[in-house]
């Protein structure tokens, strides 16, 4: 039964995943807020990436679950590349999603998600990009345990990544003279590299968050060891 429940879950969580990325690009460009999407679209937005994140994880773990199973079998490359996927980006960069949105939201909703959004993006669709990420990375750790690389190696990786995305964010501002979220306006250089190191210490300890709920779950549960 957990092997049945585990390949529908992956399966629910890619469709669901994709079902939302769809309902983000049907949205007409003359209905959004000027500016939106001016420039590369939805792909400048963590929020819209972590989706397709979300979407390449359980789509690579829909396909590893057709995968034989066995004691005496080796780890696949592909399972390997899930878990790192998973470790890396999926579980620290979906929480930080979730943790960041409300914190922001919570202090001034006009930095992040202004009122206009809400015509555009109905409340569902907003929970289910900011919301339900969480929920569906803790029902993936509780379905199957999952191996991490050593951990300097992967918060290297992930500062590898911030650096990235940091990188595309000043490229957007400096082609078309917008920020990505009205939020970065209001820093200076000094201020954005102080905003950037916190949110990487941030992003760095919901790494190590999944590294541990993944650890004590498994080895409490089934005795393996990490």
């Not at 409340?123 to 339900?132: E, K, R, Y």
Request: positive net charge.
């Amino acid at each position: 039964m957990p092997a049945v429940l585990k390949k529908v879950y992956h399966i629910a969580a890619f469709f669901w995943y994709a079902f939302l990325i769809q309902a983000i690009y049907a949205k007409e460009i003359s209905d959004l807020p000027p500016g939106l999407f001016v420039y590369g679209g939805p792909w400048k937005y963590l929020t819209f990436l972590n989706l397709v994140i979300q979407m390449l994880f359980f789509g690579l773990g829909s396909i590893n679950d057709l995968q034989p199973v066995g004691k005496d079998l080796k780890v696949s490359p592909l399972c390997l590349c899930k878990d790192l996927l998973f470790s890396v980006f999926v579980f620290p960069v979906g929480m930080f999603v979730v943790v960041l949105f409300w914190v922001i939201y919570a202090y001034d909703r006009q930095l992040v998600y202004p009122a206009s959004m809400d015509t555009l993006f109905p409340s569902w669709l907003n929970h289910a990009m900011h919301t339900a990420v969480l929920p569906i990375l803790l029902g993936e750790i509780y379905l199957e345990p999952h191996i991490y690389p050593k951990t300097k190696h992967g918060l290297a990786a992930l500062g590898i990544a911030g650096l990235a995305y940091l990188g595309w964010v000043i490229w957007v501002h400096q082609t078309v003279g917008i920020w990505v979220y009205p939020l970065l306006g209001m820093f200076n250089s000094a201020g954005l590299t102080v905003f950037f190191f916190y949110n990487m210490i941030v992003v760095s300890l919901l790494y190590l968050l999944g590294q541990t709920l993944n650890q004590k779950f498994w080895s409490e549960k089934r005795g393996i060891n990490f």
